[in-house]
């Protein structure tokens, strides 16, 4: 599979893009960004992939003063980026307070007044407060309110902690500070593991949680925590006195499948992503209507592991299943589509593999770029370049930060007739890698 270069110069010190010359490629239809993920700008609005109707869920529940569950699909530094890319010129806030008052929503006035609250907040409204920006992507918020470290070793205390270290981790400006910031995080989910008098459920989510974080570094090393992670949420389960709920069974199932994994014995991790998928559909079907979206959103991430799973013993039909399960799961999550397109990519099939990633591009952020430079990859390789040249200059366009793209522009507009759009891939090239790093 070809990379997706990206430069890493901050898209804020690029000048203006120039238009691309007109007449010179077909123009791909906007992708649907701001409809499909509108609650990340109202926090209520209906509809979209799973994380954007989580979203929702949150503003709903911040506004009743319900608790603010985690979420497992995290909004990330460049879903906003891509927003703000796709349409520079509608409301693209970094802060909640930024976008204008005539604009907000009854939930995200709420949240506004919460923020510009913050000293008069108990803790564990604080916890609330920055559970919520974190799902909506508002990493310089949480930065700017809570301290590098956090008073305090109850639970809500401790996510702020965690939140911190995570937006630290998001807003660093090289490898060595995020890792670094990475490392405290787990050190404050270490601490949520070990404290006795927190709930089980918490504690065996955090134990659970801390397997997967413990997959990185060295193997032999990253084994030996893991097993002692696994031990530990296996103690904790075995002296709650009661059998923990579905889904946070699915969660540690999924967890524990890294070890055998990470020991080559691909049965065992499929036998164990089996009993995830299992507990996680009993978990949809159990589920009443306020813990119904936690519940559907846990099936994404276990169909993606064993579709993973499914790849790396050489079972090509199971991750098919599972990547087309994905799809069907979570139809508007371009994401999905993009694990479809590169697994069918993968496998030389390049016309499907075309249509899942236009798919993808249409659903939009922040896939889009990516999505629409596979697609004309794919064309290049069908030997249609003329479907390439309007995909891959929609790709320039969604991503000030991508090369791939104006590369492969610049590459295939060989013809005398596409001189003009040459030209332009070769001058924003120049301009993107000349960008301050």
Known sequence: MEKFLRTKGSVGDLPPMQEPPRGTFEPEPAPRSRELLASYFDLESPGGPLHAQCTADVGRRLAQDLPVPVHQIASLGLLRQALKTEEPGR?????????????????????????????????GDRSR?????????????????????????????????????????????????????????????????????????????????????????????????????????????????????????????????????????HAEVDRQLQLAEKYALEAVALADGDARLLALENVHPVLETSGRSAKARRDIEGAERFYRRMTEWDPLDPKAHVRLADFLMGESRVVEAREAYRTAAGLGAPYASYAHCQAARCSLRLEQPDQAHGALVASASLDRQALSPLILLRDISTDGGLAPLRQWAVDELAVRMRAPR
């Open 129 to 265: 407060l920055v559970t919520a920006l974190a799902k909506l992507g508002f990493w310089k918020t949480i930065a700017a309110l809570v301290p590098t470290d956090p008073a305090g070793r109850d639970l809500d205390a401790l996510r702020l902690a965690y939140f911190r270290h995570n937006a630290d981790a998001q807003l660093a400006g090289d490898a060595r500070s995020a890792a670094a910031a990475f490392v405290r995080a787990r050190g404050v989910m270490e601490t949520i593991a070990r404290t006795e008098a927190f709930d089980p459920a918490v504690r065996y989510g955090a134990a659970a949680h801390m397997i997967v974080l413990c997959a990185k570094g060295e193997k032999q090393k990253a084994l030996a925590d893991m097993r002692y992670w696994l031990a530990a949420a296996d103690e904790v389960a075995d002296r709650a006195g009661v059998e923990m709920e579905p889904l946070h069974t699915s969660i540690y199932w999924r967890g524990v499948a890294f070890i055998p994994f990470f020991e080559g014995d």
């Open 91 to 123: 409301p693209n806030p970094d802060h909640p307070r930024d976008l204008p008052v005539s604009l907000r929503s009854a939930r995200w006035q709420h949240l506004c007044a919460l923020t510009e609250n913050w000293s008069g907040l108990s803790t």
